[in-house]
T-cell receptor, first 116, second 109 residues
Framework: KAGVTQTPRYLIKTRGQQVTLSCSPISGHRSVSWYQQTPGQGLQFLFEYFSETQRNKGNFPGRFSGRQFSNSRSEMNVSTLELGDSALYLC???????????????FGPGTRLTVT | SQKIEQNSEALNIQEGKTATLTCNYTNYSPAYLQWYRQDPGRGPVFLLLIRENEKEKRKERLKVTFDTTLKQSLFHITASQPADSATYLCALENYQLIWGAGTKLIIKP
């Protein structure tokens, strides 16, 4: 099976702009989670979708949003970019949803976002 | 509040020795505990999962223990190799995942 794919891999944006990142999960996986990773903060949970519904949300401002489509593909959007949004954004898929048992995550390669 | 602690300092181990990484948690009762490996610039890779009623789990050179009384998990790599050098993350699961900050492991030849 193909792994989790994320596009684009690298992105440079200017403060105030918005950005949309895309994630295609492993075939058959219905759960998709998004994370932000920075050197100082580690892996920070953004949100998790299962069957097109947001099931969990991390402690991020409303500028960060996401959605999941019927084919389980997911997008996340960040509006009004700030310098502090520069990070590696990781998408992970899982064959199970929250509370359905072991919930191991399979990560994509990430999108490196740089805000200038 | 829920808290997970992993050694923040890098762990330097001589090749061939056993590397032991620690994951401690407070104010949490996880149903599962997971360990991941992450290389620079890449997404984490799932390694092992252990359930709350399991004491130990093994996979090749990897061994994980889970002590719910001490609220601690230990992750061991036996016969360590330079290729094992990476950052190792633990994650606790009980409906959702809570992540540790990771420990950088350096295996010296």
């Amino acid at each position: 099976k193909a792994g989790v794919t994320q596009t684009p891999r690298y992105l440079i944006k200017t403060r105030g702009q918005q950005v949309t990142l895309s994630c295609s999960p492993i075939s058959g996986h219905r759960s998709v989670s998004w994370y932000q990773q920075t050197p100082g903060q580690g892996l920070q949970f953004l949100f998790e979708y299962f069957s097109e519904t947001q099931r969990n949300k991390g402690n991020f401002p409303g500028r960060f949003s996401g959605r999941q489509f019927s084919n389980s593909r997911s997008e996340m959007n960040v509006s009004t970019l700030e310098l502090g949004d520069s990070a590696l954004y990781l998408c992970a898929s899982s064959p199970k949803g929250p509370g359905q048992g072991s919930y191991e995550q399979y990560f994509g390669p990430g999108t490196r976002l740089t805000v200038t | 509040s829920q808290k997970i602690e992993q050694n923040s300092e890098a762990l330097n181990i001589q090749e061939g020795k056993t590397a032991t990484l620690t994951c401690n948690y407070t104010n949490y009762s996880p149903a599962y505990l997971q360990w991941y490996r992450q290389d620079p610039g890449r997404g984490p890779v799932f390694l092992l999962l252990i359930r709350e009623n399991e004491k130990e789990k093994r996979k090749e050179r990897l061994k994980v223990t889970f002590d719910t009384t001490l609220k601690q998990s230990l992750f061991h790599i036996t016969a360590s190799q330079p290729a094992d050098s990476a950052t190792y993350l633990c994650a606790l699961e009980n409906y959702q995942l809570i992540w540790g900050a990771g420990t950088k492991l350096i295996i010296k030849p």
